[in-house]
């Protein structure tokens, strides 16, 4: 498994998530979970995926979620889910 | 599994709070590189540094790109020069040449700085020692990269007065020579008592004689994220005080934890020590004075700072040492004056003085660091001030260190600026009451007794 922990962060519009999932889907990289708030129009939402299946490197798919989030205007972030782990879990 | 508000947590530090990783320190033992002839160990040296961390810069922005933290410095310390020039240095241009071979590894490999141009003198100066010394600023005005340390005490040897007398000179001969730089050179070159040989932090880190051939030691940082955890406590118990400052400071070495071992993976490097710092930078919210304020003064300086530092000290320590494998270095609150906005703050309005500082690091990791003095300070009074703090370390058994910046032209009202993470500083005021005769004896100050605690 490798995980990764994908962030949207931005004014709220249609079809965020389906352009996101779509290319998730595209290079093969599964959703294991996915949460959403909106807090004053703001869109915030996180997936838990696994790159270990993709047919992108982890640094191909940073950047073309970057891509993606400058088009819609909303900022999107893909780290390694280890950094979180190790910060709030013992 | 990890949730949103857990994500958001730890990007909001980073984005908000200015949570970083301050360095990843490649430390490289120089021992192999000795030769009688200066040129072949500068050859030696350059070859040796550009092959074992020629990735550094790479990994070090690759783990920045995968976990979505800065890494703000790369750099590298060396196995002390007075050690490897030894054999082959036989004049003070001799060692000046091996600061520029350092200098251009630095350049080459695009760190920002390296250290370890450095002497351990604590017993006693070998005539290298005393050479490399007396090189020390030609030497910081040559480069621009290199960081310069002198350990001339311990608990274990006492005090080599000798070498404090001398540093005082050195440090005024730096002074003048980076005049041109509001005395930069100072900034870089740092004494010591008690140093210890795994330190990732500028300006004294170095590699230790008995490390391993290389090792990647990593130096976190953090104080935004103290202080806006404790923003959420204000006014309660001090119950509630360290808990909050012992969890926040579990989380922020937890990320050093994973970028050092990360990095010592990338590189092929052993890791050696995560740094439990609280280091501040001069940019705004990122400054240990702000913690001491949160916690509840006025200003830094006011009666109470040496309490609110100890305890701020300590639950950082507790936090960080179950957060990591591996503790080592200078571990605890730096209270570097020029690089902190608060601790200016306070300095520029009085409330700060050079003795209150003096009493918060006998409870701190380091000591009296980078303090702007007037440039007509007596290199004996320098020798002094160096002196006292040294005997804190060496009574307390802790590491102390001096970094004054005793800036030429300049007296107290003005301002140095040195830029970027060195800050600026106002010139603060020294007592004026000589201690001349006490510097001018020589020999040694013997080891403390550690009975008959009082």
């Not at chain 2, 009493?359 to 007509?376: E, N, W, Y």
């Not at chain 2, 301002?415 to 970027?420: A, D, P």
Request: charged share 20%; aromatic share 4%; hydrophobic share 40%.
């Amino acid at each position: 498994m490798e995980k990764v922990i994908i962030t949207v962060v931005g004014k709220d519009t249609v079809g965020i998530i389906a352009k996101v999932c779509t290319y998730l889907s595209e290079k093969n990289i599964n959703i294991l979970d996915i949460s959403q708030t909106i807090v004053q129009d703001y869109f915030n939402m996180m997936m838990v995926c696994d790159l270990s299946k993709s047919s992108e490197e982890f640094a191909g798919v940073q950047e073309a979620l970057d891509n993606i989030g400058k088009d819609i205007g909303v900022e999107i972030k893909c780290q390694k889910a280890e950094i979180f782990e190790m910060m709030h879990r013992v | 599994m990890i949730n949103i508000w857990e994500v958001e947590e730890t990007n909001r530090m980073v984005a908000e709070e200015n949570l970083d990783i301050r360095t990843i320190t490649i430390g490289i033992s120089l021992l192999s590189c000795m030769d009688e002839n200066v040129d072949t160990v500068c050859e030696n040296i350059y070859k040796k540094i550009t092959t074992v961390a020629k990735d550094l810069y790479k990994a070090g922005s690759e783990i920045e790109k995968e976990y979505g933290i800065p890494i703000v410095n790369k750099r590298i310390s060396v196995t002390p020069i007075g050690i490897v020039g030894a054999s082959s240095c036989k004049t003070k241009e001799d060692f000046v040449k091996i600061a520029k071979t350092l200098d251009r590894c630095a350049k080459e490999l695009n760190v920002n700085f390296i250290g370890g141009f450095s002497a351990l003198v604590q017993e006693g100066m070998t005539d290298s020692d005393k050479l490399l010394i007396e090189s020390i600023p030609l030497a910081m005005k040559e480069t621009e990269f290199v960081c310069s340390s002198v350990n001339l005490g311990s608990t274990k040897d006492g005090i080599n007065m000798d070498a404090v007398k001398l540093m005082g000179e050195v440090i005024k001969e730096t002074a003048f020579l980076t005049k041109d730089t509001d005395s930069l050179g100072c900034a870089k070159l740092v004494v010591f008592c008690n140093a210890p040989d795994n330190n990732p932090f500028m300006a004294g880190a170095f590699h230790g004689v008995s490390g391993a051939e290389s090792i990647i030691n990593v130096g976190i940082s953090g104080p935004g994220v103290v202080n806006t955890a404790l923003k959420s406590v204000r006014g309660a118990d001090f119950e509630t005080l360290c808990e909050t400052i012992k969890k926040t400071a579990l989380k922020i070495t937890r990320a050093g934890q994973l970028v050092a071992k990360t990095a010592s993976k990338k590189l092929n490097i052993p890791f050696g020590i995560v740094d439990l710092s609280l280091a501040p930078t001069p940019a705004v919210g990122d400054s240990v004075a702000d913690i001491l304020c949160e916690i509840g003064l006025e200003k830094a300086g006011a009666p109470g700072t040496t309490a609110a530092l100890a305890l701020l000290n300590d639950q950082v320590k507790k936090g960080g040492v179950m957060a990591s494998s591996y503790v080592g270095g200078l571990s605890g609150a730096f209270i570097p004056v020029s690089e902190d906005r608060g601790m200016i703050d306070a300095a520029e309005c009085g409330a700060l003085t050079l003795e209150k500082l003096e009493a918060m690091t006998c409870v701190c990791s380091v000591g009296l660091d980078m303090i702007a003095i007037p440039g007509d300070t007596p290199a004996s009074t320098i020798s002094g001030i160096i002196a006292d703090e040294a005997a804190i370390g060496m009574v307390n058994q802790k590491t102390t260190a001096v970094r004054l910046i005793p800036a030429y032209g300049k007296k107290v009202g003005d301002t140095v600026l040195f830029g970027g993470l060195l800050g600026y500083a106002p010139i603060m005021p020294v007592n004026k009451y000589s201690c001349e005769a006490f510097v001018n004896r020589t020999g040694r100050i013997p080891a403390p007794i550690h009975s008959f605690k009082n």
